[in-house]
């Protein structure tokens, strides 16, 4: 089945500055890559996604990147701001098996 | 996207009980799931209910510990039976769009003493 590694799993920057987390997955069968953003005591949330025929893909402050190759893909958080403390998740999708994995965690904290 | 509900959002069991946890959704979907993060850990599929047949388990999770029902394409339940401080978890319901989307209930904070 498939596998995600996520790293890394603790993060700390200053408000302004840029985040990114890293994902690697197993299967090459895997074609959808999810973010999932979880505040303290809620449901995750999802936040950006990626199909495995883009390489790149943006919303305002987030981004993603996919390497279908190397089998990894990023999440790039510019400008952080207090409220993007969160733990994240990436997730990665199998059609075939219809069954999302995700990864271990981010936990993100932007000190103000 | 749907609207999911669950309840409890919290209970607290005793060692030997079960409990079980409802999930509803606003819209018929073909593809439920009940997740478990134990705490401060990721999320993990515990079984896919399907609807009108028995639910199809992960690795590691069994139907007579974690029994599951989807008797239409708006409800499922999981129970979780014989608990044990270990099972002391969030149990989180989630309905997928079939290209991989999934969007969660607000999960059942289960605390068993």
Same mark, same amino acid.
């Given at each position: 089945g498939e596998n995600v590694e996520q790293h890394p799993s603790t993060l700390s920057v200053q408000e302004g500055d840029s985040a990114v987390i890293k994902c690697t997955y197993s299967?090459?069968? &895997?074609n959808y890559f999810p973010w999932y953003k979880q505040e303290l005591g809620k449901r995750p949330q999802l936040i950006i996604d990626i199909r495995s025929n883009v390489g790149e893909k943006k919303d305002q402050r987030i981004a993603v990147t996919l390497n279908k190759t190397a089998k990894h893909f990023s999440l790039h958080i510019t +400008?952080?701001?207090? +409220?993007? &403390?969160a733990v994240y998740f990436c997730a990665a999708y199998s059609g075939g098996y219809q069954k999302v994995t995700f990864g271990t965690g981010t936990k993100l904290q932007v000190i103000p | 996207s749907a609207v999911i509900s669950q309840k409890p959002s919290r209970d607290i069991c005793q060692r030997g009980t079960s409990l079980t946890i409802q999930c509803q959704v606003d819209s018929q979907v073909t593809m439920m799931f009940w997740y478990r993060q134990q705490p401060g850990q990721s999320l993990t599929l515990i079984a896919t209910a399907n609807q009108g047949s028995e639910a199809t388990y992960e690795s590691g999770f069994v139907i007579d510990k974690f029994p599951i029902s989807r008797p239409n394409l708006t409800f499922s339940t999981l129970t979780v039976s014989n608990?044990?401080?270990?099972?002391s978890s969030i149990y989180l319901c989630s309905v997928g769009t079939g290209s991989g989307e999934l969007f969660f209930g607000e999960g059942s904070r289960l605390t068993v003493l």
């Open positions: 299967d090459s069968a &895997s +400008e952080t701001q207090p +409220e993007d &403390s | 608990m044990s401080p270990e099972d």
